[in-house]
Nanobody, 120 residues
C-alpha cells in the first residue's frame, strides 16, 4: 500500500503565500507523475499542477506565474509553492501520485486533502 501525507494548508490573506507538501511512502518502486488537484465547494476537482519524474511541469492557466511545483525524487516528496494567492484559490487541495510497482503497473493514489482558505 501507498500513503500520501499532505501538509501546509491554512488560512491566508489575499496576496499571501503558502507552501503545500506531499510525501509518498509505502510499496513504491517509482513514481512517474505527482501533482496537486483542488476542489472548491460546488465545483469539480481540477488539476492545479503536475510534475513528471524528469521534472517537466504542467500548470493550470489560472495559477501560471503564481504557483511553482517542485519535487524531490529521492524522498518522494512534492512541493507546491503558492504565491499571490487569491480568494478564488480557496479549495481543498489533494495530492495525487502515479505509483509504479515492481510489475511495472501504475496505480494512482490520493491524499486526504488539505484546506486552503484565502480571505479577501
Amino acid at each position: 500500500q501507498v500513503q500520501l501525507v499532505e501538509s501546509g494548508g491554512g488560512l491566508v490573506q489575499a496576496g499571501g503565500s503558502l507552501r503545500l507538501s506531499c510525501a509518498a511512502s509505502g510499496s513504491i518502486f517509482s513514481i512517474n507523475v505527482m501533482g496537486w488537484y483542488r476542489q472548491a465547494p460546488g465545483k469539480q476537482r481540477e488539476l492545479v499542477a503536475a510534475i513528471t519524474s524528469g521534472g517537466s511541469t504542467n500548470y493550470a492557466d489560472s495559477v501560471k506565474g503564481r504557483f511553482t511545483l517542485s519535487r524531490d525524487n529521492a524522498k518522494n516528496i512534492v512541493y507546491l509553492q503558492m504565491n499571490s494567492l487569491k480568494p478564488e484559490d480557496t479549495a481543498v487541495y489533494y495530492c495525487n501520485a502515479g505509483v509504479v510497482d515492481v510489475t511495472d503497473s501504475t496505480f494512482h493514489y490520493w491524499g486526504q486533502g488539505t484546506q486552503v482558505t484565502v480571505s479577501s
